[in-house]
């Protein structure tokens, strides 16, 4: 049996976590990206927050799909006519889709991390060029250059494929469109947790304890608390450092690292770029004591 050491792929992204020589033109993109995406509806749309997941994963499936399906019609179908002109559409389609998936995946790497955002440039570079793989197949194809068309039409997606294998590591290895806060509910057992007593806590600033392990904020507003988890769902910015601001009539706390805005009452993000909610407690004050539970935890 041929094995296939595992780190024959993951060792060179993992060097580009750390090729700081990219660190100049990363953070000149993420730049000018933040400079033309304002707070909004748009900006929102493009991270996902009315879906509640990063939209960037589901729109680029349209363009790999469509390239690996012209891919089994270059191979399969052959030189006819009739699979040249399925292959044209085909790429074509992965052309114009990409254009979407290149919006949603440029608001994303705007807000990443460092080392996130060396990874995430060979990611956008590698898409590019393979863009242009295909872009410069389909010209030829029509010119009529069927041969040299297929072969560029492979080593687009021989680039695309590297291309996506850089966008799982962004995703999944640097977790960079994970919830951070999915472990909450699995760390804390459930019924009524002493918090914090009342008197201790400042009106009007969020404050930072540690329940149990889990880190929470509090926010303190006469006699009535409202906690939420402490890392912010993400990438784990640090919710107490954050600013209390009114949006559309209720009280939210902004994130101080990316700006992702949640409504305290309940945890639901109101700006991204956080798509998934921050959990909120159900809180108890009783002689002075606030104490805290997971909705539905008993
Ligand atoms: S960590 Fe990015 S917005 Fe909070």
Redesign the pocket.
């Known amino acids: 049996m041929v094995r296939i050491p595992h780190n024959v792929l993951v060792r060179p992204a993992e060097r580009l976590e750390r090729a700081e020589a990219l660190d100049p033109v990363a953070v000149k993109i993420r730049d000018m990206v933040r400079r033309s995406l304002h707070d909004g509806t748009i900006r929102d749309t493009l991270h996902g927050v009315p879906l509640g997941h990063p939209l960037h994963p589901a729109l680029a499936a349209l363009p790999i799909g469509t390239w690996i399906s012209a891919g089994i019609v270059d191979l399969l179908a052959g030189r006819h006519e009739g699979s040249e002109r399925a292959a044209r559409v085909l790429i074509a389609t992965g052309l114009l889709a990409a254009v979407s998936a290149a919006a949603s995946g440029l608001a994303d790497y705007s807000?990443l991390h460092e080392r996130q955002l060396r990874v995430g440039v060979a990611h956008a570079a590698t898409n590019s060029l393979a863009a242009c793989c295909y872009a410069a197949s389909l010209g030829i194809r029509w010119r009529g250059n069927g041969r040299l068309g297929r072969r560029l039409a492979l080593l687009g997606l021989a680039t695309a494929s590297t291309s996506a294998y850089l966008g799982g590591h962004l995703a999944y290895r640097q977790a960079s469109g994970a919830n951070h806060t999915e472990e909450v509910p699995h760390l804390l057992p459930p019924g009524w947790h002493p918090l914090a007593l009342l008197d201790e806590l400042a009106d009007g600033r969020p404050e930072a304890r540690l329940l149990r392990d889990v880190p929470v904020v509090l926010l303190r507003k006469g006699d009535h608390v409202d906690v939420l988890a402490g890392r912010?769902s993400?990438?784990?910015?640090p919710l107490h450092k954050g600013e209390i601001i009114r949006r559309d009539g209720f009280t939210c706390l902004r994130?101080p690292?990316?700006?992702?805005t949640f409504r305290v009452t309940d945890g639901a993000v109101v700006h991204g770029?956080?798509t998934a909610p921050q959990p909120r407690f159900d809180v108890w004050i009783s002689d002075g004591e606030v104490r805290v539970r997971l909705p539905g935890a008993g």
Do not use: D, F, K, N
């Open positions: 807000e912010c993400h990438l784990s910015g994130c690292w990316h700006g992702s770029p956080a």
